[in-house]
Each structure stands twice: as C-alpha cells, then as structure tokens.
C-alpha cells in the first residue's frame, strides 16, 4: 500500500519524536542504569526530511519530557511542523536491563505502534512499527544535545535527522 506524503510523514515523525524522547540522556547521566534519568523537561531543535526521490524538507519540534522517580520509564509529548504538515505525538516507553520498550500515538493520524531496541552508554537502538511503517532508530547524546537518525527502505520517506537541545 503506497501511503502519501503527508500520512507517511506522520508515521516517521511519530518515530523521530520516540526516537527524541530515548536519546535525551545528559553526559552525567550515562553512568546511571537508566538512559532516562535526567531527562525530564523543555527540548526543541530542528532537522531534517528526506524522501526517496532525494528531496529534503526542513522540519521543528518541541518536547516536554516527564521520567518516573524510578528513572525506569518516560512520558513524552512532541509537537513537530514544517512548511507542509505538522504532527503531534506522545509515547510511553521504560527500560529495564539494557531493553526499551512502550507504545507511541499520533494524535492528527490516529496512528500508533510499538518500540523495541536496546540502549548501551550514550546510544540507544530502537525499531519502531505501526501497521504498513517500520523503521530503524540510532540515537546518540552528548551533553544537553541529540543527535536522532531514522532510516526506512520500505517507505517514500527513507531518513529523518534532527538536533535537540535541552530549554532552547
């Protein structure tokens, strides 16, 4: 089923931003057992779109993150837009023994799925699906800055990069 641009979009977004929500651990907190702890609060950035046909749109986001007092599970809420579309997102997602795993929405598509990967020091890799979306996570923290690359072979969108910075 070829999905268009715009409900594709929704699905890969409502990647990223789970992507976003696993990445955002600060440089002190990779000691800790949990990617999450130190997470909570105001994160924006900006990145990028690429489509299959090589053509790139830029994209905003703003997150608001909310970790339990265990640091084992995270609350996130992200709103992205860009010339196009716009789309906004919440996930529940915890770690436990080096293994992530939850649920995200799409609140504008109606669109939710599953997360599953693993987190090792500052990266973390994830695979996201929902029906007719899959793709493949990587995130990388240094300090109060993330780095999030989506990649997808089955869909018209095949990448998503963005940077977050923490109260920007």
Same mark, same amino acid.
């Given at each position: 089923m070829?999905?268009?641009?715009?409900?594709?979009?929704?699905?890969?977004?409502?990647?990223l931003?789970?992507?976003?929500a696993?990445?955002l651990s600060?440089?002190?907190?990779?000691?800790q057992a949990?990617?999450?702890?130190g997470?909570?609060?105001?994160?924006?950035g900006?990145?990028?779109?690429?489509l299959?046909?090589?053509?790139?749109?830029r994209?905003?986001?703003?997150?608001?993150?909310?970790?339990?007092?265990?640091?084992?599970?995270?609350?996130?809420s992200?709103?992205?837009?860009? $010339?196009?579309?716009?789309?906004?997102?919440?996930s529940n997602?915890?770690?436990?023994?080096g293994?992530?795993?939850g649920?995200w929405n799409?609140?504008?598509?109606?669109?939710?799925?599953s997360?599953?990967?693993?987190?090792?020091?500052?990266?973390?890799?994830?695979?996201v699906?929902a029906?007719g979306?899959?793709?493949?996570?990587?995130m990388?923290?240094k300090? $109060?800055?993330?780095?999030?690359?989506?990649?997808?072979?089955?869909?018209?969108?095949?990448?998503v $990069?963005?940077?977050?910075?923490?109260?920007?």
């Amino acid at each position: 089923m070829s999905l268009g641009l715009k409900q594709f979009s929704g699905h890969t977004l409502t990647g990223l931003v789970f992507c976003a929500a696993l990445a955002l651990s600060s440089a002190e907190t990779r000691a800790q057992a949990s990617p999450f702890a130190g997470l909570a609060g105001n994160w924006s950035g900006t990145g990028t779109i690429t489509l299959s046909n090589g053509s790139k749109e830029r994209i905003r986001c703003r997150a608001t993150y909310a970790v339990v007092p265990s640091g084992e599970g995270l609350n996130q809420s992200l709103r992205c837009a860009s $010339d196009s579309y716009r789309f906004e997102l919440g996930s529940n997602v915890v770690h436990k023994g080096g293994v992530i795993s939850g649920t995200w929405n799409e609140a504008t598509r109606n669109v939710g799925g599953s997360v599953a990967g693993r987190a090792a020091g500052p990266q973390i890799q994830v695979q996201v699906d929902a029906p007719g979306f899959s793709a493949a996570l990587t995130m990388v923290t240094k300090g $109060d800055r993330q780095e999030v690359f989506i990649r997808s072979q089955s869909t018209e969108l095949t990448g998503v $990069d963005i940077t977050l910075a923490r109260g920007r």
